[in-house]
């Protein structure tokens, strides 16, 4: 298939960037679509121009690393994918893709469609952890946690840190990234002893990252390549009102 | 920094004061609406229920400090959000296709606004009698002023509209400030809400009946 790209173009952080126009001629449909990237930039190389800058690692949905907004929705159209499982028969011949980098305050672009997503790092930093050295894994079951929660803690749990949540809030609120992080050890008897300390340090670092706020359009978990419920923007929100409310 | 001070700085404390405001005007809007529905029931009705709520003197005056207060600081939460959320994209997309945003959510802003108006020319108009569209104003007759008033097409139309406003902002409002208080239960499907439906549409339907039954010359 022959398909045309529109791609953000930014030399670095200061420059001006634009839109340009690329064609990606004989895509096969099996591509994924950081493939068919890769493909476009290949010639780009032999043509003795800059390739595409675009952030990919592991490839196989799991690391985070990839991003792109695709004709205006985050990690393109398919739910529940990143971009890298994203295959190019979602897509038709002849088709115009509109490629842009994560827009967010918190995430300026470093080059291309490239952003510096170290404000997330720094969210976990502030509190998305246990301080106490809890030494080697301990025997199965010898710690018992109800079903429910351990479905809710894994099901948070499986955030990558993408920035999908961001890029696809009309807000650019990291909300949904922030909760799911409070609430996969909120929901753990590990998370416990610091369980409203964290909230509130994270949620502090949230703030100053100037990151928007949570107005409840939900586009976040429509984006969220792991479907994370925005049910844990409200266990997040709990926590934070009895961390203020409580001592 | 004081803890109370520390809370607000957060966007989530900050909804949370819109969704505790949110949730008193909620409360007042249905009340408000049911007490109205009296005018059905004919000008004795109506007048005497009228009459009641004034006779309850620092009580009623109690609850508008309430309820003025709660108006204050959900607009000035709202302003001070709306900032905040501008800036945190000053850069925007060149295609960005919104995939579940409501109506009602995107109208928030400017519907908050639209109703923001409303109140404070519905006060004049109905309370103090500052606006006499009709001409006609008399404090013991709520009836008569509500007849008089309803006749005009164009009072009838702003009512019309602003409960439309007021309709999208509940539908909105009432499921987001019960998440933005942290009270929903986990959903196999969070953003279905069935009972702010019905809220939005109990309100909506009450409140607009009055303005057009007296327009199309169903109580006189």
């Not at chain 1, 997330?120 to 301080?131: E, H, L, P, Q, V």
């Not at chain 1, 949904?176 to 416990?192: D, E, I, N, R």
């Not at chain 1, 949230?206 to 706020?213: A, C, I, K, V, W």
Request: proline share 4%; glycine share 10%.
């Amino acid at each position: 298939m022959n398909l045309k790209l529109r791609v953000w173009r930014q030399a670095d952080a200061r420059a001006a960037g634009k839109m340009v126009e690329y064609d990606a001629p004989d895509v096969s449909p099996d591509m994924s679509f950081l493939e068919m990237l890769d493909v476009v930039n290949e010639r780009l190389t032999e043509d003795g121009q800059d390739p595409i800058a675009f952030d990919h690692d592991c490839r196989e949905g799991i690391c985070g690393s990839c991003s792109l907004m695709i004709n205006g929705t985050a990690h393109g159209p398919m739910k529940g994918t990143a971009t890298c499982q994203l295959h190019m028969r979602s897509f038709k011949d002849g088709d115009l893709i509109n490629v842009e980098p994560w827009r967010a305050k918190a995430f300026p672009v470093i080059r291309d469609l490239v952003v510096d997503r170290s404000a997330f790092d720094r969210i976990i930093g502030a509190g998305g952890y246990i301080t106490a050295a809890t030494g080697g894994a301990q025997d199965a079951n010898s710690l018992l946690i109800p079903k429910v929660d351990a479905d809710a803690s894994m099901d948070a749990a499986a955030c990558i840190g993408c920035g999908a949540c961001v890029a696809a809030c009309p807000n650019a609120s990291a909300s949904l990234f922030t909760a799911a992080k409070v609430s996969h050890l909120g929901h753990l008897p590990q998370g416990q002893p610091e369980r409203y300390r964290r909230v509130l340090s994270m949620v502090s670092q949230m703030e100053l990252e100037d990151f928007g706020g949570c107005t409840l359009y939900g586009e976040c978990q429509e984006a969220c390549p792991k479907e994370i419920s925005i049910d844990n923007i409200s266990t997040m929100n709990r926590d934070y009102i009895m961390a203020g409310v409580g001592s | 920094m004081n803890r109370a001070t520390r809370f607000y700085q957060a966007a989530i404390g900050k909804k949370a004061v819109m969704g505790i405001t949110g949730l008193i005007g909620i409360g007042f809007v249905i009340g408000h609406m049911a007490g109205n529905l009296l005018v059905f029931r004919g000008p004795d009705a109506m007048n005497a229920y009228a009459h009641f709520l004034k006779s309850t003197g620092e009580l009623l005056w109690i609850v508008r400090l309430v309820l003025i207060t709660a108006v204050v600081l959900h607009v000035i939460a709202a302003w001070q959000l709306t900032l905040q959320n501008r800036a945190a994209r000053p850069v925007g997309y060149v295609d960005r296709k919104p995939q579940v945003t409501t109506f009602a959510s995107k109208t928030m802003r400017w519907g908050g606004v639209i109703l923001l108006l409303f109140i404070v020319l519905h006060i004049l108009h109905f309370t103090t009698g500052t606006l006499r569209p009709s001409g006609f104003f008399d404090e013991a007759d709520v009836y008569g002023n509500v007849i008089a008033s309803f006749r005009i097409w164009w009072v009838t139309l702003f009512y019309v509209i602003a409960m439309i406003a007021l309709g999208l902002h509940l539908y909105h409002g009432a499921w987001s400030s019960v998440r933005s208080l942290g009270y929903a239960q986990p959903s196999k499907d969070p953003l279905h809400r069935r009972i702010a439906l019905g809220i939005a549409v109990v309100v909506w339907l009450g409140f607009t009946a009055i303005p057009v039954a007296v327009f199309a010359g169903l109580i006189a």
